[in-house]
């Protein structure tokens, strides 16, 4: 029996072509496809600009030094989120402030926020979670009349939708992720997006080093052209051989996200057999990718999660627990927080079905119906269910 993985990067000829050609340029490192890749990515989530950075986690954290957060500032952050979400407040010396979501989306919103509100507030990470977009409107307007700076994480967001433009227009701040299990994969890498070319100006120079002057730029230049380093800067840059790698990837966006949008109507048509179980789903505001597919069983459901993830396994089948709780984690032990029950009820009951681009229809109908084996009063599946179309 062939293991099903939860997760496989939809990579083909053109990706190493692409990888080839930049190494056979001899420019590797930061350079001409990096700058080709944020145009077409800011172009793509129609934003002002883009910013590519090393990752994700490095573009959240620049967005807070960017935002002026300091030593010893709050910053709202969901702990039903990655541990990176909550990290890069503390690597700015500021104080990560956990709160709860709402059920339906995995979200954060106004009313989760409001009661950890305090003076030394200054900031909100809120995150699109496993892709579903968070209702932008009100939480614009809710941080806007406080004065708190709204940074989206959009690790797993790119193609999803809000009100019918992409996730991270009109954002102050917004970073994505392009790790192997999101749609869009640069190996490792991200991108942070604003609407402020001067914030993104700084941006670049902070993510090399603080240095005013490229070394793409002294290259073309004709001139002796000397740098200077203008504040004390990281060093979180994109290599030109991941930038290629995400050129082809973005030209490849649409059609990924068709795949998994249909391939998720599937799994929601089919365990609608299961009493009780919520699925992933579109918000009523917007569209998402399906980066991730969650389950959130029953209280009534027989097992245990980590016993359907066994049980899972056991078929050949690699599913994944649901979206972590920070606040539980040995780096968080002693943090304190407000009472975290919607968290601590989706991290304990929910898990990831696998979801990828060439997942097959015999494939997919195995893990349905292995979940749905589990509960001895699911009901049989229509033969509609398992004969929509195969192979991508």
Not at 33 to 45: I, M, P, S, Y
Not at 96 to 122: H, K, M
Not at 138 to 162: H, K, M, Q
Not at 175 to 189: N, Q, V
Request: hydrophobic share 45%; with cysteine; net charge neutral.
């Amino acid at each position: 029996m062939n293991r099903i993985p939860v997760m496989i990067p939809w990579m083909a000829e053109a990706e190493a072509e692409a990888v080839a050609d930049t190494v056979r340029s001899g420019w590797v490192a930061q350079g001409p496809r990096v700058a080709a890749f944020e145009t077409a990515f800011a172009a793509r989530v129609k934003t002002q600009a883009a910013v590519a950075v090393s990752n994700c986690t490095t573009g959240l954290h620049l967005a807070l030094v960017l935002a002026g957060i300091e030593a010893g500032d709050e910053v709202i952050v969901p702990s039903l989120s990655f541990i990176a979400t909550a990290n890069v407040v503390r690597h700015q010396r500021a104080v990560p402030v956990f709160v709860d979501v709402e059920l339906s989306t995995q979200n954060l919103t106004p009313a989760t926020i409001e009661p950890a509100l305090t003076s030394r507030t200054r900031a909100v990470i809120a995150v699109h979670q496993g892709g579903i977009p968070l209702d932008l409107d009100p939480l614009r307007a809710f941080c806007a009349e406080r004065n708190l700076v709204l940074i989206e994480d959009a690790a797993c967001a790119v193609g999803s939708t809000y009100q019918g433009r992409p996730i991270g227009s009109g954002a102050t701040y917004a970073a994505f992720s392009f790790h192997p299990r999101k749609l869009l994969t640069t190996g490792e890498g991200g991108m942070l997006v604003t609407d402020d070319l001067d914030v993104a100006a700084r941006g670049r120079r902070l993510r090399e080093h603080g240095m005013d002057l490229s070394a793409a730029a002294r290259h073309a230049s004709t001139t002796v052209a000397l740098e200077s380093y203008t504040e004390v800067g990281f060093n979180y840059r994109m290599t030109d051989l991941q930038a290629a790698l995400g050129l082809v990837q973005l030209g490849r966006l649409e059609a990924m996200i068709a795949r998994r949008r249909e391939l998720a109507a599937r799994y929601q048509e089919a365990l609608s057999a299961l009493p009780g179980l919520v699925t992933a789903t579109d918000p009523v505001y917007g569209t998402t990718n399906f980066q991730s597919f969650w389950v959130l069983l029953p209280d009534s459901f027989p097992l245990s999660r980590d016993d359907v993830l066994q049980h899972l396994l056991d078929h050949g089948i690699s599913a994944r627990r649901g979206i972590m709780a920070a606040h539980r984690e040995p780096a968080y032990a002693g943090h304190p927080h407000r009472p975290l029950p919607v968290t601590e009820r989706l991290t304990d009951r929910s898990l990831i079905l696998p979801l990828f681009h060439q997942l097959t229809t015999s494939d997919q109908d195995r893990v349905i119906d292995t979940l749905l084996g589990l509960s001895p009063v699911s009901a049989r599946r229509t033969p509609a269910a398992s004969t929509t179309r195969g192979n991508p």
